[in-house]
């Protein structure tokens, strides 16, 4: 299984930014995606999550409002769509995958980056003024 995170940049206050994460190897028929992100100086976090196929989203309570996660099954791609940034977005974002349904675990105040087996690279996102 690999999965490829891209679609990070350098971004103003209040602009937008869709990142991509891109499958394979990975069976769209049960499981969870989910983007986590790692700020300077801080742990990593999960934000959002999606479970496959049938797109129930999750959302970190941060993330709710400004955060959209959705997937195209046929491409094997999971989107993160990020509006109005703030420079507190300022992170690697990464995505993970498993074929187990652990988006609750994502959405909560556990540690869910732990039970996921597959990730990307990471891509980084920017936000100055």
């Known amino acids: 299984v690999q999965l490829q995170a891209s679609g990070g940049g350098s971004v103003r206050i209040g602009e937008s930014l869709r990142l991509s994460c891109t499958t394979s190897?990975?069976?769209?028929?049960?499981?969870?995606i989910a983007w986590f992100r790692r700020a300077p100086g801080k742990e990593r976090e999960g934000v959002s999550c999606?479970?496959?196929?049938?797109?129930?989203?999750y959302y970190k309570e941060f993330a709710k409002g400004r955060f959209t996660i959705s997937s195209d099954n046929n491409r094997n791609t999971v989107y993160l769509q990020i509006d109005n940034m703030k420079p507190e977005d300022t992170a690697i974002y990464y995505c993970?995958?498993?074929?187990?349904?652990?988006?609750?675990?994502?959405?909560?105040?556990?540690?869910?980056?732990?039970?996921?087996?597959?990730w990307g690279q990471g891509t980084l996102v920017t936000v100055s003024s």
């Open positions: 993970a995958a498993d074929a187990f349904p652990f988006c609750p675990r994502v959405a909560s105040s556990i540690r869910g980056d732990v039970a996921f087996d597959y």
């Open positions: 190897g990975f069976a769209f028929d049960r499981g969870s």
């Open positions: 999606i479970t496959v196929p049938d797109g129930t989203p």
